[in-house]
């Protein structure tokens, strides 16, 4: 059942802030593909309140085309400027989704400025 | 009348069952559902631009998740957003953060929600608001954010008698 799925990620989540096991990361990182859109809404909220600590497993996500759209989208909403370059060539993706994704992510980059 | 944070299934449910009146062209609004303020203060200036641009002021919005975040933003904008009625599903409570002008509301307010959402839970928002202008509404059914939006819902508990 999502539910007991749901509170295994908030456990993931707490467990990954407190040891920086890499592995507990791309569990959230993996429920992003989840088809159950709650687990996949939690573990996109919990990685945006990982901050730092989730930009290279989403950097790392983003360069074997994983999870895209989403992925692109939680780049910018951490938003750090270091990867808006890696987020660029997105723009014009061969794949209408992802490369109006990388498009609004371009977006909110340039609103926080 | 539009659905920011929500399409798909619900939307054709809605056109075809609740409002016929629901906008249908393909270029209806959507945003990047991002989990920032930022995504969700330019998904409301977008909104915005959207409405002005097909002089559709005064639309009824069915909302979703942070999309009610998303229309709350838009009518506190410069320029703001003018909203007949604004139904809230499922929304996370970031009060003051997001709150809705309610003078730029001219019917009403409406939050249809579960019982101990999960997203909300996570997203560290409140689950129910509590301003006299916003009615409330929770359905029996526990911890299931996108409930709220899933026409099998609507008809099992007569989501549009409340709006």
């Known amino acids: ?113 | 009348m539009t659905l920011p944070g929500a399409g798909g299934d619900s939307h054709t449910y809605i056109l075809q069952n609740v409002r016929p009146d629901l906008y249908k062209q393909p270029d209806r609004f959507g945003w990047s559902g991002g989990y920032s303020d930022a995504a969700r203060n330019l998904a409301g200036e977008d909104l915005v631009q959207w409405v002005n641009q097909r002089r559709e002021q005064g639309l009824d919005l069915i909302t979703h998740s942070h999309g009610g975040n998303v229309a709350m933003q838009s009518t506190q904008v410069n320029t703001g957003l003018t909203v007949g009625e604004l139904i809230l599903l499922s929304c996370p409570v970031h009060i003051p953060k997001y709150q809705p002008n309610f003078g730029m509301i001219t019917k009403r307010a409406v939050s249809i929600r579960v019982h101990l959402d999960l997203v909300i839970l996570a997203d560290r928002g409140g689950q129910r608001f509590s301003l006299p202008q916003i009615t409330e509404n929770v359905l029996p059914v526990w911890f299931d954010h996108s409930a709220s939006h899933k026409p099998e819902i609507w008809q099992k508990y007569n989501v549009p008698a409340m709006l």
Do not use: C, Y
Not at chain 1, 16 to 25: D, E, P, S
Not at chain 1, 71 to 76: K, R, S, V
Not at chain 1, 81 to 86: D, H, L, N, T
Not at chain 1, 88 to 93: G, V, W, Y
């Open chain 1, 1 to 113: 059942m999502w539910v007991f799925q749901a509170i295994g990620l908030f456990f993931t989540a707490i467990a990954w802030r407190l040891t920086g096991a890499l592995r507990l990361g791309r569990t959230l990182i993996r429920a992003l593909s989840s088809r159950n859109e709650n687990l996949r809404n939690i573990a996109g909220i919990l990685l945006v309140r990982a901050g730092k600590r989730a930009e290279p497993l989403l950097q790392e996500a983003l360069h074997r085309r994983e999870n895209l759209p989403m992925t692109l989208t939680l780049l910018a909403d951490l938003g750090d400027r270091i990867v808006e370059k890696e987020i660029q060539p997105f723009s014009t993706d061969r794949d209408p989704r992802v490369a109006e994704a990388a498009r609004q992510a371009l977006r909110v980059f340039e609103s926080n400025r």
